[in-house]
């Protein structure tokens, strides 16, 4: 035999109209008690700013000096998470708890070993940090000032700027230190390469080694020529029997003059400062320093020109996030909702009081002499 529902849903009514009396009261009381408590809640206030971080190659060089043509100005999915990390952090919590004294502020007992614990817990109550479904970054505050809330939240976004700035700056800084100690390298081997060539061209007498290879050229094929020519005319002259004596003893010391200017340019124990066989001797040593110089000085100048611009890169102030909205003074609260508490409570004064009376008179209904005796 199926069960009447509508004979069931009557006598659900009447049990209902039964204990009216009563339910009404239990949900007038459940109203007054929740319009007392709401109106002793203090209001809370929230204040949020939303931000998103840059593109942390926006502070390298090659961005800042314009050697690059392709620029994205916001940050990919890692930079929202570590701006979301940040945040969160213990160091951005903790600097906002001491820089606007909050543990005063709850009324925290400052003796209290755990008061740092209270405190803290009490503050991530009322700070939320989240990411929208534009993936932008929104950090509130709630607070019973609303002045307060609107303090910290904007507080926190530069906080999170700081931080995230000095995260992004310590490769920078590695980098700069990095061609700092480069540059100071090379010139300290360029101050030995560059003593050594000094030492090298003082012993050798070679300073420039085209010009002088060319002008020594010329010289010692002058004087070879010369003393040729004077050596074969005086063999003309004494050999002919009509040289003058003046003009055999001129060709003599020309001769013998030319003879001594070969002799400087080419014995190794000349002392001129023009020598053939010391510049061969030397020129190939003069020529690996000279080529050395000038290699350390093009890497040095190569260096020192990258040091500073990261030198520069590291000390532009360019902000890690994009503020799309700053934290403002709210006007509305945003809680307690007082018209959704009392409604609330007489719900759930009205759903109780019905499964209470239901109860109790299914429990009077039943014959517990006739249960007891089937047992």
Known sequence: MEPNYKESLVDVLKVVYRWRKPIIIVCGLAAIGSIIISLMMPNYYKSTTVIYPTNPSLSSPSQIFGTTEEVNYFGEDEDVNRILTIANSTDVVGFLIKKFNLMEHYDIDSTDAKADFKTQKQFKKLYEVVKDKYDNIQISVEDTDKDLATKIVNQARGKVDDINKKLILVNQEKLLKAYEENVKSLEKNLSKVSDSLTILRKKYGIYDIESQSELLAKIVSRAETNLVRDEAKLQALLSSGNGRADSLAMLRARIAGFKK?????????????????????????VKVLTDLQEQITEDLSRDREK???????????????????????????????????VLGSI?????FSLLGVLILEGYHSIDWKEVTRGE
């Open 347 to 351: 719900v759930a004064a009205l759903v």
């Open 307 to 341: 040091y500073y611009k990261v030198k520069s890169a590291f000390a532009s102030d360019i902000a890690s996030i994009h503020t799309i909205e700053v934290g403002v003074t709210p006007i509305n609260k945003s809680r307690p909702m007082r018209s959704i508490i």
């Open 261 to 285: 200017e070969l002799s400087s340019l080419t014995d190794a124990n000349s002392t001129s400062n023009i020598n053939l066989k010391r510049f061969n001797d030397g020129i190939s040593k």
